[in-house]
């Protein structure tokens, strides 16, 4: 049965549409976006709508706005299944609002071949949720050693190669990547990190690292990273997609990079523009990260990078741990935070202060990642496949772990009263999310 999406606010940037529309959908695409009072059917011949048998979804007072694409989520399958498994992920993202995830390679065994590939496609098809795309390895084992083989990789349905959270420290080996990678189209993304300046520090270096008595992670160890790969970048004028930009420096060095017309992107996750490291005053693992909360001048930087267009995507960095991981003292604690079903309430927090609008939020969270990782479908269009996402903006709920759909707790935004949420969740025609307040008739 076709399906009409009816009285919502559509918000596209890829289009530029942004107002009141119906939305029909017949076959897992699009068929016409329209007036509501000039409804058309397939045909395009001016067929009324009231004379044909739909199901109507009913998005009046919500935004209708193209799939959310998370670029950097760890789906930790194979290897670490009690974490998360491929089904819970995929499951935790429609949650969120996404209709597409991609999984980092930093499984057990790596994903560095086809084989695993191969594994984590055949276990997204099973779930049968949102998309996955898989982002094969910069190395072998992610050792920094030898290269994977991307020819292989790419063909077996990789979109992008990375070490994920470990850097590419000999700098031969990531220009050969970046060499390699540009010959099958495929961006490289940097986890830019020094590992004799971050050494074994645990937190952000600074006043609040001093009155906790840990060790502290400089600026730094990040900042001179990004330099180097820009430079890289630049002189073999490949694609460089930065992860998880979290310093006020590294922000300083992208706008100037793309000024030259360097071709880097970059990201940045929703808890480097919501929270510091004042948030581990209490020495909460559950806000232990690499890279690490920063100070506010830091926060404020990417805040103003996100707003300029420096920085080109949020991704959600969602990093399952389980107790084992998370319940220990610091210094032995495993960094990260779940992210997919928290990332689009923190993204409107931004709209709702004004340092956003929606267009420029949706850009981020669906367009651009399309874009860099070439994913063939961008934005709302007829004859596209109706991936997308209905938020009610005026939504307020509390977050509360127990809720998730992910396997893991790890949050530091237990408590926050937040606005905005995901009510459905669409991919290629078919509900894969929807939220008892949104009614469908």
């Known amino acids: 049965m076709p399906l009409l999406i009816k009285g919502g606010r559509i918000i596209d940037p890829e289009t530029g549409i942004d107002g009141l529309k119906d939305i029909l959908i017949e076959d897992g695409r699009i068929v016409d976006i329209c007036d509501p009072v000039q409804k058309r059917g397939k045909s395009g011949q001016g067929n009324d709508l009231k004379e044909r048998e739909v199901k109507v979804i009913d998005a009046s007072g919500k935004w209708v706005v193209p799939g959310l694409i998370d670029m950097h989520t760890h789906l930790r399958e194979p290897g670490h299944e009690y974490k998360e498994t491929i089904r819970s992920g995929c499951l935790a993202a429609a949650h969120g609002g996404f209709t597409a995830i991609c999984c980092m390679p930093n499984t057990y065994p790596v994903n560095d071949n086809r084989s695993v590939t191969d594994f984590i496609l055949k276990k997204a098809k099973e779930a049968g949720s949102v998309r996955v795309y898989p982002i094969g390895a910069v190395s072998c084992g992610l050792s920094g050693e030898a290269l994977a083989e991307y020819g292989e990789l790419k063909e077996a349905g990789v979109v992008a190669v990375s070490d994920d959270g470990r850097p590419v420290m000999n700098s031969r080996l990531m220009r050969r990547a970046l060499e390699y990678a540009k010959r099958f189209g495929i961006p490289v993304i940097s986890h830019c990190e020094d590992l004799y300046l971050s050494a074994k520090g645990v937190m952000n270096e600074g006043f609040v690292a001093t009155r906790l008595g840990l060790r502290g992670i400089p600026n730094a160890a990040e900042t001179v990273?990004?330099?180097?790969?820009?430079?890289?970048?630049?002189?073999?004028?490949?694609?460089?997609?930065?992860?998880?930009?979290?310093?006020?420096?590294?922000?300083?060095?992208?706008?100037?990079?793309?000024?030259?017309?360097?071709?880097?992107?970059?990201?940045?996750?929703?808890?480097?523009?919501?929270?510091?490291?004042?948030?581990?005053?209490?020495?909460?693992?559950?806000?232990?990260?690499?890279?690490?909360?920063?100070?506010?001048?830091?926060?404020?930087?990417?805040?103003?990078?996100?707003?300029?267009?420096?920085?080109?995507?949020?991704?959600?960095?969602?990093?399952?741990?389980?107790?084992?991981?998370?319940?220990?003292?610091?210094?032995?604690?495993?960094?990260?935070?779940?992210?997919?079903?928290?990332?689009?309430?923190?993204?409107?927090?931004?709209?709702?202060?004004?340092?956003?609008?929606?267009?420029?939020?949706?850009?981020?969270?669906?367009?651009?990642?399309?874009?860099?990782?070439?994913?063939?479908?961008?934005?709302?269009?007829?004859?596209?496949?109706?991936?997308?996402?209905?938020?009610?903006?005026?939504?307020?709920?509390?977050?509360?772990?127990?809720?998730?759909?992910?396997?893991?707790?790890?949050?530091?935004?237990?408590?926050?009263?937040?606005?905005?949420?995901?009510?459905?969740?669409?991919?290629?025609?078919?509900?894969?999310?929807?939220?008892?307040?949104?009614?469908?008739?």
């Not at 996750?269 to 510091?276: I, K, M």
């Not at 559950?286 to 996100?306: C, Q, T, Y």
């Not at 997919?340 to 990642?369: C, F, H, Q, W």
């Open 225 to 441: 990273m990004v330099a180097r790969d820009i430079a890289i970048c630049e002189l073999t004028d490949a694609p460089l997609h930065i992860a998880h930009v979290s310093t006020a420096e590294s922000v300083d060095l992208i706008r100037m990079a793309k000024a030259r017309g360097v071709r880097v992107t970059a990201e940045t996750a929703p808890h480097y523009f919501s929270l510091t490291d004042e948030a581990l005053l209490d020495y909460s693992t559950m806000a232990k990260v690499n890279p690490p909360l920063r100070a506010a001048k830091d926060r404020e930087a990417i805040i103003e990078g996100l707003a300029d267009g420096t920085i080109d995507v949020i991704a959600t960095d969602h990093a399952p741990h389980s107790s084992i991981e998370k319940d220990l003292e610091f210094d032995a604690a495993a960094n990260g935070i779940v992210g997919l079903e928290t990332s689009l309430p923190l993204g409107l927090k931004l709209v709702e202060s004004g340092a956003l609008d929606i267009s420029d939020l949706v850009s981020k969270m669906s367009i651009n990642p399309a874009r860099i990782l070439s994913l063939g479908h961008v934005g709302l269009k007829p004859d596209a496949p109706a991936d997308l996402t209905i938020i009610d903006p005026e939504k307020r709920f509390t977050v509360d772990p127990n809720t998730f759909r992910s396997k893991s707790r790890n949050t530091p935004f237990q408590g926050w009263n937040l606005k905005g949420k995901a009510v459905l969740t669409m991919v290629e025609g078919n509900i894969v999310f929807k939220d008892e307040s949104c009614r469908i008739y």
